[in-house]
């Protein structure tokens, strides 16, 4: 089934919502592969049909409740500008609190941790949303550490992406699934350490190891499909 996240005829904002925090409650009680719209309209006290008059599929339902929770609990923000001594730092910050966000849900929000395995199993348009703004977030980071002369001045968009699957492991909730539940976080703090002292790194240019040449860069693609590959 095609995931999307077109609803019909524009309705109303506030029912859509209701639908959304429906859909989580109902996921949270009987995991997101035994949950159906039938839960979720009798949550709302409707009818399944009032439903799909909102939302063009169960799909389309699932990818709105997974977007919700990466927005809302799987979203880290890192601190302001200032508050932490440099770029760098507040880059590993946000690394470290990315990956511990998985690592709570995984622990304390284990159905709708499974509904975001899902999302990113099937590429869904909420996953590939939460990639596109964690990317996002780096790239604002980098440009601010480049600023600074902390990080080597590259393209900001290739060193975002490339810094992202760098540390896919800490990130993609399919590897944090698979991760035991005594998993030491030393390893993250030294995969992060590492992924930002690279950026301080003269890129190599091409044909001559270790030395950098900006212009040859180009920005590698990072929508989800790059995260797909590497699990395969």
Same mark, same amino acid.
């Given at each position: 089934m095609k995931v999307g996240t077109t609803?019909?005829?524009?309705?109303?904002?506030?029912?859509?919502?209701?639908?959304? !925090?429906? =859909?989580? %409650?109902?996921? @949270?009680?009987?995991?997101?592969?035994?949950t159906n719209v039938v839960d979720i309209a009798r949550l709302l006290g409707k009818s399944p049909a009032s439903v799909y008059k909102i939302f063009p599929s169960k799909a389309a339902i699932w990818d709105a409740i997974a977007g919700n929770f990466f927005e809302t609990d799987l979203r880290f923000t890192p601190s302001a500008d200032g508050e932490l001594t440099s %770029?760098?730092? @507040? /880059?590993? !910050?946000?690394? /470290? =609190?990315?990956? @511990?966000?998985?690592?709570? %849900?995984?622990?304390?929000?284990?159905?709708?941790?499974?509904?975001?395995?899902?999302?990113? !199993?099937?590429?869904?348009?909420?996953?590939? =949303?939460?990639?596109? @703004?964690?990317t996002a977030t780096v790239g604002e980071l980098v440009s601010a550490g480049i600023a600074t002369e902390e990080f080597v001045p590259r393209n900001v968009d290739a060193a975002a992406s490339c810094f992202c699957l760098s540390i896919i492991s800490l990130w993609d909730p399919r590897f944090i699934g698979a991760q035991p539940l005594n998993h030491c976080e030393l390893s993250a703090q030294e995969l992060a350490s590492f992924a930002v002292a690279a950026l301080g790194q003269v890129p190599p240019r091409r044909g001559q190891p270790g030395r950098g040449n900006e212009s040859r860069l180009s920005r590698p693609e990072f929508d989800g499909s790059a995260w797909s590959e590497e699990i395969a």
């Open positions: 609803v019909k005829n524009q309705p109303q904002t506030g029912y859509i919502s209701s639908i959304v !925090e429906a =859909g989580t %409650a109902a996921c @949270r009680l009987y995991g997101p592969t035994k %770029a760098a730092s @507040r /880059l590993k !910050e946000t690394a /470290l =609190g990315q990956h @511990r966000l998985m690592l709570q %849900a995984r622990d304390g929000d284990s159905q709708m941790f499974s509904l975001a395995v899902l999302a990113a !199993e099937r590429s869904w348009p909420s996953f590939k =949303g939460h990639l596109n @703004r964690l």
